[in-house]
């Protein structure tokens, strides 16, 4: 059944207050970014939003999705083969957006909606990442362990940058068959 023009105005509304958001929350961290901010960028009263999200963390999950989702589009493009250049490749996306990352490791235990989020986001990289590493060659066994250690030197860029070099580097050595 063809949608009507209200869903339609409805979920351009909301499309556009999860992309101010986005900006806000990346630019100016997700504490700062206040409901009535947010109002006021998307030129809107700020009880509006409360028609859309039932909270501000639901606003971040929607962010996080919106995210996740172009950021999945890239990365399905990416060329196959070079587990070291997807890796670092994983990384300089999550560094982009380091404020959303640090704000939904900050909030995993006050929000069940973020961590709800957080465990899927989890669980599907990791899949992914074990994927790649059966195609480079890494024996079966190895893999799980291979994936924590991953996530965790991944999540340890994120805390401590390092330069491009070292970065590689690390990549590099994850992805060694």
């Given at each position: 059944m063809a949608r009507t023009k209200r869903e339609q105005d409805r979920d351009a509304k909301r499309d556009e207050i999860?992309?101010?958001a986005r900006r806000l929350f990346v630019?100016?961290?997700?504490?700062?970014?206040?409901?009535?901010?947010?109002?006021t960028a998307v030129g809107v009263a700020p009880n509006t939003l409360y028609?859309?999200?039932?909270?501000?963390d639901e606003v971040l999950v929607a962010v996080?999705?919106?995210?996740?989702?172009a950021r999945m589009a890239e990365y399905l493009?990416?060329?196959?083969?070079?587990?070291?250049?997807?890796?670092?490749?994983?990384?300089?996306?999550?560094?982009?957006?380091r404020r959303l990352v640090a704000t939904v490791h900050a909030r995993l235990e006050k929000s069940p909606a973020?961590?709800?989020w957080?465990?899927?986001?989890?669980?599907?990289?990791?899949?992914m990442l074990r994927v790649e590493l059966r195609q480079a060659g890494v024996a079966e066994a190895a893999i799980g362990a291979r994936v924590k250690i991953s996530v965790f030197a991944?999540?340890?860029?994120?805390?401590?940058?390092?330069?491009?070099?070292?970065?590689?580097?690390?990549?590099?050595?994850?992805?060694?068959g």
């Open positions: 999860v992309a101010a630019d100016e961290g997700f504490e700062a970014a206040s409901i009535s901010r947010l109002a028609w859309y999200f039932k909270d501000k996080l999705d919106a995210e996740f989702s493009l990416l060329p196959p083969g070079d587990v070291t250049e997807r890796l670092l490749w994983v990384a300089q996306q999550l560094d982009r957006v973020l961590n709800a957080h465990e899927r986001f989890h669980a599907l990289s990791e899949e991944i999540e340890g860029m994120l805390a401590h940058p390092l330069p491009e070099a070292e970065k590689r580097a690390i990549c590099a050595a994850l992805a060694a």
